[in-house]
Nanobody, 124 residues
Framework: QVQLVESGGGLVQAGGSLRLSCAASGRTFSFYAMGWFRQAPGKEREFVAAINYNGGGTYYAESMKGRFTISRDNAKNTVYLQMNSLKPEDTAVYYC?????????????????WGQGTQVTVST
């Protein structure tokens, strides 16, 4: 069983930055693919970014490219999402997810474990 706890969300003005963290329990974090997803009010959850087990591979949703950066620190069992140039449409609950895999995984359905989410609100 893997437990994921997100943190770092909050209220920020448009154009600002936030860094989200997702801390994972367990001693095998380095064997897990990690992903970030988000869900805005009234919308379905959508893919944001993903990273493979050792950080050597990443993938981003088109609208996040150049603004968001996913990274991981396996020594700290933590994955990060650096979000820059935030827009009001980035307002959502952000979730991290994990799956035992060496690949970069972008499909929500493939992930086995999910955090509880952290709220990001971007004001105009």
């Amino acid at each position: 069983q893997v437990q994921l706890v997100e943190s770092g969300g909050g209220l920020v003005q448009a154009g600002g930055s936030l860094r989200l963290s997702c801390a994972a329990s367990g001693r095998t974090f380095s064997f897990y693919a990690m992903g970030w997803f988000r869900q805005a009010p009234g919308k379905e959850r959508e893919f944001v970014a993903a990273i493979n087990y050792n950080g050597g591979g990443t993938y981003y949703a088109e609208s996040m490219k150049g603004r968001f950066t996913i990274s991981r620190d396996n020594a700290k069992n933590t994955v990060y999402l650096q979000m820059n140039s935030l827009k009001p449409e980035d307002t959502a609950v952000y979730y991290c997810a994990s799956k035992l895999s060496i690949l970069v995984i972008t499909s929500e359905r493939e992930y086995d474990y999910w955090g509880q989410g952290t709220q990001v609100t971007v004001s105009t």
